[in-house]
């Protein structure tokens, strides 16, 4: 019963993302003149574009790199194929349900892991890398991914505040902001101070309720994970594939921006506003970014640059349908080289 209660509470969240997604691609398309649209895109210059599905192929590979150089304190035998191959199928998962790519590739890891007592056959099987530790990995890794974004926006805030800072406060945080009717502050605090209150109450309880104790050891592996960065024996190695990750991003959005004819003045600043603009875009929880990345995208090249708002669709149609197809290419073939390996 509780198993159709909770496939039940999917499918209605899944259709709500889904639904929200919709409504941002009507409201992003909707008035679209559609043949200016379909000549548009014919002129594109299409070896751009396949340099940006390249690139985003690099990413997703170091990607793989980085996150294998935090698992390795954990196990030692996760190979850089496993890894590329979790990220991969991790990505697909994400156009099924958002968010949903990052608990994919945790079970991916962890059922490929070795069993920490060396014998297969304890049950159950304790891995190495157990699906807490994984997690915990992976919280890292987004949030090294958060702080690389803030630095970015941060440069251009300080140094073309007149270009972009305008865009970023009217346009992006005053209607969220306004939208809830009191000020974001009080709800990151109150979220903050929520969060602190509950891991308290589950650590002064966790010798008295079963709950409370495996809430604890979660929250421990979950620890582990994300301070396995410093038993990392080649720490350097993680910030390098950083910003290898990070500069194949900024040459996807400085590929497809001359891809088109409208956009190829523009420079590597306009290339690396566009790429923040657009990460904004890919945190909105609907499926793959459907809908909120052609609407921000759109509305900054309108706002910071005046370019007509049906050439900023079609800039971020190619952006995102070209990142999605890479994504679900790469998805595909990492999930039959998984099945032929098994």
Known sequence: MTAKKDYGKNIIKYLLSAAVACFLLYFTFRGVKWDDFLTGLKSCRWGYIAVSMAAGIAAFWFRGLRWREILLPIDGSISR????????????????????????????????????????????VRKMASYDKVLGTVVLERSWDMVTMCIFLLALLVFKWQEFGAFFVEKMWRPFEESM????????????????????????TRNRYSFSRAAANVFKGLLQGVFSCVRMKGKWKFFLYTLIIWLMYWLMSASTMNAMPGLDGLG??????LMVAGSFGWLVPVPGGFGAFHFIVSLALSTIYGIPFEMGIIFATLSH???AITMAVCGGVSYLDETFRR
């Open 81 to 124: 194929r496993t890894a590329f191959n979790a990220v991969n199928i991790g990505y697909i998962a994400n156009f099924v349900f958002p968010r949903i790519g990052e608990f994919v590739r945790c079970g991916f890891i962890t059922k490929n892991s070795l069993p920490e007592t060396g014998n297969k056959n304890d049950f159950p």
């Open 181 to 204: 009717n009191f000020s974001l502050w009080w709800v990151i605090a109150g979220v903050a101070a929520a969060c602190i209150a509950a891991v308290y109450v589950i650590y002064a």
């Open 321 to 323: 349908e070209s990142q």
């Open 268 to 273: 590597a600043v306009d290339a690396l506003f």
